[in-house]
């Protein structure tokens, strides 16, 4: 596996790039914008395809490099399906696997930093984001905070793993790296209370002032979701109402991009074929099946996907190909849904 903490001095954050091999797919966690030329940098220079960029829970901090990652590389950007950022590419629940080529990350939800707080784990490790910090804890008095609720998220989920498994915090200002689950069980200080009531109390009477970059980075991380708009002001979006109507005529090839837990969670838009976002390279090049699909049928290429993120980026990349027709649904499925679009039940 390929693994790399990277470190963001200004704000003290831990960015995390995964891959399974050289050549292979990445994904990166808790990526800061000011550092994204860095990581595209080391994503170059160890071969890989970011296909992916995390982050753990709306940081108030620093600004996210979600948007920038994605406007560069065209990789999906992931949160939990809590946050309230605009338009996120794919968002995660408790119990779904974070997944790319070669590794596959157990998603938890570990609210009380945020109620938009995730742990991700791997065998051997787990990244707490916020949530458990090496000898600490993050805050919880902004950002719908609980301490209740993080006392659960620490005592019966975190700190149940087994104690050699490596912490990997969002971040830490004290120059400490890593740590363990059994370390922290042992020596972090908040967490040796006796019941939930005291630790509500500890969190309580932490009396922080506020983030420095908190007016700027948590309006800014609201709102990552701007490739839509320009691709709405290009005439290549349908809204949900207008894909209802073009959805069932023969003239038109409604594309699924979004990835098969998604469909089988959220349901299909009857009639659909299935072409993950993963794949659309091969598939819009000439010779690929969508090239192919559009020159030899004429048919209208209608993408979408779970909120329209990977679907505008799908159709500036298929028009760039050539397939003069392309265009999405803005808003993808949650909006398809929002209009009653009807959607089954996928079979895989
Ligand atoms: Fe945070």
């Known amino acids: 596996m390929i693994f790399r903490q990277l470190f963001d001095q200004t704000s003290g954050t831990y960015s995390y790039l995964l891959a399974s091999r050289r050549g292979g797919e990445a994904l990166i966690i808790d990526p800061v914008l000011e550092k994204v030329d860095r990581y595209l940098s080391l994503v170059r ?61 157990d998603v938890i939800y570990t609210p009380g930093h945020t109620d938009d707080s995730y742990s991700f784990i791997m065998p051997d490790r787990v990244f707490t984001g916020d949530t458990l910090l090496i000898r600490g804890t993050g805050r919880t008095d902004f950002q719908n905070g609980d301490p209740r609720a993080q006392y659960e998220s620490i005592f019966n989920k975190l700190l149940r793993l087994p104690e050699s498994t490596l912490v990997f915090p969002a971040h830490d200002y004290k120059g400490d790296t890593v740590s363990t689950i059994g370390e922290e069980k042992a020596f972090n200080p908040r967490l040796q209370v006796k019941s939930v009531d005291q630790y509500v109390e500890l969190m309580n009477n932490l009396n922080l002032p506020n983030p420095k970059m908190m007016d700027v980075a948590v309006p800014a991380n609201l709102r990552q979701g701007l490739a839509q708009d320009e691709i709405a002001r290009r005439g290549w979006a349908v809204t949900a109402q207008q894909a209802m109507g073009l ?72 028009q760039d190909a050539g397939i003069a027709s392309a265009c999405h649904i803005h808003g993808g499925v949650d909006a398809w849904r929002r209009a009653n679009g009807c959607v089954s039940v996928s079979s895989r």
């Open 247 to 318: 959805a069932g005529q023969s003239n038109v090839a409604l594309i699924d991009l979004r990835e098969r837990s998604e469909r089988e969670k959220h349901g299909v838009i009857p009639g659909s074929l299935h072409a993950p976002y993963p794949d659309l390279q091969e598939n819009i090049r000439a010779g690929g099946m969508l090239h192919e699909l559009a020159s030899a049928t004429g048919k209208r290429i209608l993408f979408y996907c779970a909120f329209g993120e990977r679907s505008a980026m799908a159709v500036r990349a298929a």
């Open 45 to 105: 220079e160890l071969d890989l395809k970011l296909v992916k960029a995390v982050d753990t829970h709306m940081h108030a901090d620093h600004i996210t490099g979600l948007g920038a990652l994605r406007d560069k590389t065209h990789c999906i950007t992931v949160m939990g399906e809590q946050t309230k950022a605009d338009v996120v590419s794919m968002r995660l629940a408790d119990g779904e696997q974070l997944t790319i080529e070669g590794l596959a990350l």
